[in-house]
């Protein structure tokens, strides 16, 4: 038996399944999950001593790869001076200093926690901005577990939604409009039936957690138009695509500006993090200089702040996200073309360093009921072969995946070589 599942079963007496976030414990994949001990670059090791091509990258935040010496130099400086102090520090500002001049659209910034901090906070202030209570979300999109976000779909496609998890009030998820992404027709008809209603719309703008599913041309424009017409607030939710699509996150790449804007791990360096912001008078409204109160005693960690700064830094350099969207293009197109030689049905998606792929005879995967509709039982098989292969891709078929520039033309060249050893099984 390896370690890992010694581990595994270790974990469980107490640990509710024993993991700290659902989608580790394989229930997407089956088997055991593997615990890591190790990592470096683009490789991870695991607890028995295994080494695997990781493109998973702790969820995104990994844009430099695993233990790079600034980001490690930048740690250890700071933790010589202190951990924390729950007090204010000018490495705080450096980093909303940082983020202002990187994103546009975000006149002012507040750190937080983590990336459902970000978002639970950013439609309360929405709400208190706008003094309305109804918020429109999309299917297949995911921003974090807070109660107004775990809701479904109701059974009209302008039916209020229903909470998807116990513990969730009624009440609040009646609140919560739950549509189609990249169906703007749907999107327009919603505002024309309950517009003066709505205090934001929060979206993935490049989807990360239905797979990678980028915006239909003139989604995103859609959105814009119909928050601008009827005073709602659109938040787009950059936790898993800001930095990772372009310097200036999906906003950037698609030119649409949004009222504010949540970002996580990333800006941390892998470390835990998350900050909100966007237009002055709208940040304005927060405590304490507003009504909507939010408060954190770790918030602007300055370790996190740190590992952060030094990130940012270092993707500014010229270069950075040529080198990044060539090999995940590379990586992608290759996978098609191997699978293809297999007479397996492969589709892929890429925007900068992010990507999927699904198993589906589908050209183009840009809907949520696309994705659901993919061959999951293929990509369970795929994903333990791979993973036998030495190569980790995330444990479920509805997440991306994630490039850094760590990753050289050798760790490509094993991937695509493991890649096609696994297609001939399937």
Known sequence: MSRSSDLFERAQQHIPGGVNSPVRAFKGVGGTPIFFKSA??????????????????????????HGHPDIIAAVQNQVQQALGFGAPTEIEIAMAEKICQLIPSMDMVRMVNSGTE????????????????????FEGCYHGHADSLLVKAGSGALTLGVPNSPGVPAALAEQTLTLNFNDAEQVTQCFQDMGDEIACIIVEPIAGNMNCIPPEPGFLETLRKVCDESGAVLIFDEVMCGFRAGLQG?????????????????????????AFGG??????????????????????????????????????????????????????????EIAAESQIP??????????????????????????????????KKFFHGMLAEG?????SSFEAG?????????????????????????
Not at 54 to 62: E, K, R, T
Not at 288 to 316: F, K
């Open 250 to 274: 999906a906003q950037g790449v698609y030119g649409v500006k949004p009222d504010l804007t949540t970002l996580g791990k990333v800006i941390g360096g892998g470390m835990p993090v998350g």
């Open 402 to 426: 994630f490039m850094s520039l760590a990753h050289k033309d050798s760790h490509l060249d094993q991937t695509l070589s493991a890649a096609a050893k696994v297609f001939k099984t399937l």
């Open 118 to 137: 970000a978002t639970m906070t950013a439609i309360r202030l929405a709400r208190g901005f706008t003094g309305r209570d109804k918020i429109v979300k």
């Open 40 to 65: 470096q670059g683009p490789l991870l090791t695991d607890e028995d001593g295994k080494q695997y091509i990781d493109y998973v990258q702790s969820w995104g935040p990994m844009i430099l790869g």
């Open 346 to 379: 492969l589709t892929t998606n890429s925007v900068g360093s992010m990507f999927g792929f699904f198993f589906t005879e589908e050209k183009q995967v840009s809907r949520f009921q696309q994705v659901c509709a993919c061959d999951g039982e293929r990509f």
């Open 279 to 336: 237009r002055r008078d709208i940040m304005e409204y927060i405590a304490p200089l507003g009504p909507v109160y939010q408060a954190g005693t770790l918030s602007g960690n300055p370790v996190a702040m740190a590992a952060g700064l030094a990130m940012l830094d270092a993707i500014e350099q010229p270069g950075v996200y040529d080198q990044l969207t060539k090999n995940t293009k590379e990586l992608t197109l290759m996978l098609e």
């Open 391 to 395: 190569v980790y891709l995330a444990p």
